[in-house]
């Protein structure tokens, strides 16, 4: 039997998760992690993006790679710690707020990065807590169409959409609607590199 939601009582706990996902998920921990090295300001750099991939065309390799850590595990520690005080529902919640937060951080005028690292970091969470099979389906997506294309947008892009897929078919239909909403998101965040792979133009790893 459905039991009504007392929404007087809900709301709270709901605004409260949501907002301490997004505000950890809006550290800008590329911009923090590259002017502590005392590189000049990641903005001015490349595509002006705060996620590791422009990081990394500072030519430092090692502040990348902290970098991607870092956007990753921010949405990973908000979901299970929301997770932990409140279950599932407040868990996904954590989660949205999380990715809204880096795409869109206050800190920053909601200039924020494209989302690909918290969304691995979010389904590393849900792969503790759910199924560890979209996180596969992720993984091996990424690295076929990265290997054969060189593109790494394409292979987030592409990864993305085989993660949703495997929510959906083993019967995660929460997790399968919060993920696709975050594709969608992912996909608009990537217009200009989407429009540069139809043109021909989009830059290729290792160049």
């Known amino acids: 039997m459905l039991h009504p939601i007392s929404?007087?009582?809900?709301?709270?706990?709901?605004?409260?998760?949501?907002?301490?996902?997004?505000?950890?998920?809006?550290?800008?921990?590329?911009?923090l992690i590259?002017?502590?090295a005392g590189t000049q300001d990641l903005r001015t750099i490349g595509s002006g993006n705060i996620g590791a991939t422009n990081?990394?065309?500072?030519?430092?390799?090692?502040?990348?790679?902290?970098?991607?850590?870092?956007?990753?595990?921010?949405?990973?520690?908000?979901?299970?710690?929301?997770?932990?005080f409140g279950g599932q529902d407040l868990a996904v919640l954590a989660a949205l707020g999380a990715f809204l937060g880096h795409l869109f951080p206050v800190w920053l005028r909601f200039n924020g990065g494209k989302g690909v690292?918290?969304?691995?970091?979010?389904?590393?969470?849900?792969?503790?807590?759910a199924t560890w099979r979209p996180l596969l389906?992720?993984?091996v997506v990424w690295l076929v169409v990265a290997v054969l294309t060189r593109y790494s947008s394409l292979a987030g892009l592409l990864a993305s959409v085989a993660s949703v897929l495997s929510l959906w078919w083993y019967g995660y239909l929460q997790e399968a609607q919060l993920f696709a909403l975050l594709t969608?998101?992912?996909?608009?965040?990537?217009?200009?590199?989407?429009?540069?792979?139809?043109?021909?133009?989009?830059?290729k790893i290792g160049r």
């Open 7 to 31: 929404w007087s009582l809900a709301l709270p706990y709901y605004a409260a998760a949501f907002c301490f996902g997004y505000l950890l998920g809006s550290i800008p921990f590329g911009l």
């Open 34 to 36: 590259t002017r502590l």
């Open 55 to 84: 990081v990394l065309r500072t030519g430092r390799k090692g502040l990348a790679a902290l970098t991607l850590v870092c956007d990753a595990l921010k949405g990973t520690v908000a979901v299970l710690i929301a997770f932990y």
């Open 117 to 129: 690292a918290t969304f691995i970091g979010l389904l590393i969470a849900f792969a503790w807590l």
């Open 137 to 139: 389906a992720f993984g």
């Open 184 to 203: 969608l998101l992912i996909w608009a965040k990537h217009h200009h590199n989407i429009a540069r792979l139809i043109a021909g133009t989009e830059s």
